[in-house]
């Protein structure tokens, strides 16, 4: 299978970044997205869709991007999720995330088929993760960004298995929902979520 490459950047002029997030299928945690400028001189080898990758190889390429990149990061937390909308809330960290970038890219390339309100060119491409290696970087730095926060989350709620399902409704995570209630990191408007409040209500 071939790797995304800069074939897509070469349309453009002008700094190119790629955005993506890590997050919207979860029942619990944030929703983060990331920006990346890569430098093609500098570009690590192997970046590939991180959903194409072990833990072990996106940990090991979230370094040698940080390292060779510019990089920004936007969050917005399970409270804000339920405030947006998933998609108002992926929206929104990917603006956090273009603010938090210096310099700002002349055009922003964003996977799949929704843009965000950005101050640049954007242009949306439909599995970019696979396509665009500026894309695929930044999907790397969204997962690992979000796997690491849900491994933290899961030290203060060690029942879920965070650390393992990064929030998805896993077997082991519906257990532990039936077992021990919605935290404060779960997200109340997901169905099966508001499904268990309501139960709990009545």
Not at 42 to 57: E, H
Not at 113 to 124: G, H, I, R, T, V
């Amino acid at each position: 299978m071939s790797l995304p490459d800069f074939s897509r950047e070469t349309h453009y002029s002008g700094i190119v970044a790629g955005i993506d997030e890590a997050g919207r299928g979860p029942w619990a945690g944030p929703v983060v997205a990331a920006v990346v400028i890569l430098d093609r001189t500098r570009t690590p080898v192997g970046i590939n869709d991180s959903k194409q990758l072990s833990r072990t190889k996106r940990e090991a390429l979230y370094d040698s991007i940080m390292a060779a990149a510019v990089v920004g990061i936007g969050i917005c937390s399970s409270k804000e999720v339920d405030h947006y909308n998933i998609l108002g809330a992926t929206k929104q960290a990917m603006l956090r995330a273009y603010e938090a970038l210096t310099p700002k890219p002349d055009i922003a390339l964003v996977d799949g088929n929704q843009l965000p309100s950005l101050p640049c060119e954007m242009d949306a491409i439909v599995d970019g993760d696979a396509l665009c290696v500026s894309i695929a970087a930044a999907s790397i730095i969204a997962k690992v960004t979000r796997d690491r926060i849900m491994a933290a989350l899961a030290q203060e709620f060690p029942h879920y298995g965070w650390e393992r399902n990064a929030g998805y409704g896993t077997r082991e995570h519906q257990a532990a929902l039936a077992r021990f209630g919605v935290t404060p990191h779960h997200r109340r408007s997901f169905a099966p979520i508001r499904r268990l409040l309501e139960l709990k209500a009545a």
